[in-house]
């Protein structure tokens, strides 16, 4: 069988034509996605945070999918639904924010308390943990946009997100031999991990 060059090539650096393929994908997603930021930050308070919350949202549910709980119809509204609570609390009345984070923790379990057979504590607690946190995360963002060079300032969040991405899925093509959560991502790896955390470090520290 006659193996061409480029196919010789990439097997050296342990890139098989699929691979090169995803990464190809990777790139032109990227950089449409890029495209779509520059849009979006450089548009008022109003288009961003709307793009916030829907972000927020569409993470959340992508979490819950993941973690295979979309099931849980009614504790799934409550999530899909958090973002946009407090994104109008932070308009409005942000000292707020944690009685909002008490009424959201109530909800869940009296969800739980009404239908216990279907609704373990269990998986009150994931719900909590899982909107909790990607909320947060995405509120931050936002409310970095109002500070002063708030910008610039979330173009650093996301550039930084992108470049311990990158760090983390070159390092683990080149070196990479330790599954990290096999059962949860088979191809990401210890090291690959490790470089993007360092990567980014390093990257964000000269900047």
Not at 5 to 33: C, H, V, W
Not at 36 to 42: E, G, M
Not at 162 to 167: G, K, Q, V, Y
């Amino acid at each position: 069988m006659t193996i061409s060059k480029e196919t010789e090539d990439l097997a050296e650096y342990n890139i098989s034509p699929k691979g090169r393929n995803l990464m190809k994908q990777r790139l032109i997603s990227s950089f449409f996605a890029i495209i779509l930021l520059v849009l979006v930050v450089f548009s008022n308070q109003y288009v961003f945070d709307v793009a916030v919350v829907l972000i927020s949202a569409m993470g959340i549910f992508e979490v819950i999918t993941a973690l295979e709980l979309s099931q849980y119809k009614i504790m799934t509204s409550i999530s899909v639904l958090m973002p946009l609570v407090f994104m109008l609390i932070s308009y409005f009345a942000w000292e707020y924010a944690f009685a909002a984070v008490f009424l959201f923790v109530a909800a869940y379990l009296l969800v739980m308390l009404f239908d216990h057979k279907r609704y373990s504590f269990t998986t009150a607690a994931m719900f909590m943990m899982i909107s909790l946190m990607v909320t947060f995360a995405f509120i931050h963002v936002s409310l970095t946009r109002h500070l002063s060079n708030g910008i610039l300032n979330v173009f650093v969040i996301f550039i930084g997100s992108w470049i311990t991405d990158t760090c983390a899925y070159f390092t683990g093509l080149a070196i990479g031999k330790h599954k990290l959560a096999p059962s949860v991502s088979p191809k990401k790896t210890i090291e690959g991990s490790i470089g993007g955390v360092v990567g980014v470090t390093v990257i964000l520290a000269a900047y």
